[in-house]
């Protein structure tokens, strides 16, 4: 097998369309050649070295070109290895902060049905229903849940904030939430300023907000964060996928100089004693120096932008009911609809199936969560490649794959 740029190849050479950005880490495609130049020469520099008490050029400025696309109150970042790590991370920030102040605090506010990762403090703040981490329910801490602030409803999201502040307000470390688009729940996206009042709301109670962009950072959402579409700006900010363009496994969280200077004493134990073996790893670092090169220039914001108006305008050609195509929606790359099947909606809906293949069939990759059929595609994703991707989604109204699942 082999990938290049927007593809990926099988062993028979067959080339099918990354329609997710693998797992929505890839950015510029596969194997670029600037991406595999820079990594190439760093493996040759400086392969590896621990980060505990040494550091190296890449790493220190890498973090200062990502703090320059946050706000001046964000001056510091922990490195870490996935996206799970870096909500980890942020959640023991965040517990810790608390108690440092004087002020333990041990619980969360989080998303109904939102998804932070699989390690224990992330699968705590996840999965409201507990349809992934059942098992393991005893051992997670205790989070309350919200609705998020859906497009076109969600009033009813800031009330529910109110009334579990106004009775746990002091034990709540910390409000965590995917920011504008909610991926794994089935590409739920935001109303911005429904958002903003809800971090203003826990800012009031003392409650630091923790914004995981693991899917949504580096330019999905049609912006380079998605916080960029808040006036309210978070306190820890969790990065990671699309950090080094979807090559290796790197990830940050990233906090303001309030918290940091919470950390601050001659005490040792006061310390954050976190640390993975490959955090700040120096070819990862290359690749998302390499990757920000791209990503930064004006042909790939170009890109973005062509992306989510071809999305939006496949959206207004799409034929209104009677369709199996329902609440067809974007938000910058991200398309999304869901198929109006007879089986409940959600992830384990087995529309998903047939869909796949229906797709691979057609030479397109895509993974729907349950009944919810959506497209993320690579930055150099072309019109042309994009076309029989639409033509698919546009012939599933008479095909009806999931007719037969
Ligand atoms: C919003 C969000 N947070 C965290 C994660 C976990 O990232 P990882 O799979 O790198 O641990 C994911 C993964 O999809 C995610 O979408």
């Not at 028979?12 to 797992?23: C, H, K, Q």
């Not at 030479?363 to 930055?379: D, Q, S």
Request: aromatic share 10%; glycine share 8%; proline share 6%.
């Amino acid at each position: 097998m082999r990938a290049e740029g927007a593809y990926l190849y099988d062993v028979e050479g067959v080339a099918r369309l990354d329609g997710i950005s693998s797992w929505w880490c890839n950015l510029h495609g596969h194997c670029h050649p600037y991406l595999v130049e820079k990594i190439s020469a760093q493996l040759a520099t400086l392969d590896h070295i621990q980060f505990g008490d040494l550091t190296h050029e890449g790493a220190i400025t890498l973090a200062q070109r990502v703090l320059a696309h946050f706000p001046a109150s964000f001056t510091k970042v922990f490195y870490s290895d996935n996206g799970s790590t870096a909500v980890e991370v942020a959640l023991k920030m965040a517990v810790q902060y608390a108690s440092l102040q004087g002020t333990p605090k041990t619980k969360f506010i989080a998303f109904r049905n939102g998804y932070h990762g699989d390690t224990f403090g992330a699968m705590s703040v996840s999965d409201s229903d507990g349809s992934f981490s059942a098992p393991f329910r005893p051992l997670l801490f205790e989070t309350f849940y919200i609705d998020p602030p859906l497009r076109g409803s969600g009033e009813e999201s800031l009330g529910q904030l109110e009334r579990i502040l106004d009775v746990h307000g002091k034990d709540i470390a910390g409000f965590i939430f995917e920011p504008i688009v909610q991926g794994v729940a089935g590409m739920h996206m935001q109303d911005p300023a429904r958002l903003d009042q809800l971090l203003a709301l826990c800012k009031s109670y003392g409650v630091l907000c923790i914004a995981d962009e693991v899917m949504t950072g580096f330019g999905r959402t049609g912006k380079f964060f998605a916080c960029d579409y808040l006036q309210e700006k978070p306190d820890l900010v969790c990065l990671s996928k699309g950090l080094t363009g979807g090559l290796l496994p790197l990830s940050m969280t990233v906090c303001t100089q309030q918290i940091y200077e919470g950390f601050l004493s001659e005490n040792p134990a006061h310390s954050f004693l976190h640390g993975h073996t490959y955090m700040g790893n120096p070819i990862a670092c290359a690749a998302a120096h390499a990757s920000l090169d791209l990503l930064e220039s004006p042909e790939c914001l170009a890109s973005i932008e062509r992306i989510s108006r071809s999305h939006q305008t496949f959206i207004e050609a799409l034929p209104r009911d009677p369709s199996p195509l329902v609440h067809p929606r974007s938000q910058g790359t991200i398309l999304a609809m869901e198929i109006k099947t007879p089986a409940s909606t959600g992830y384990f809906n087995t529309a998903s199936h047939a869909l796949r293949r229906y797709f691979f069939d057609r030479k397109i990759l895509l993974r729907p969560l349950g009944n919810c059929l959506y497209v993320m595609p690579p930055y150099c994703t072309t019109q042309q490649d994009l076309e029989p991707l639409y033509q698919g989604i546009l012939d599933l109204q008479k095909e009806a794959p999931w007719k037969n699942s």
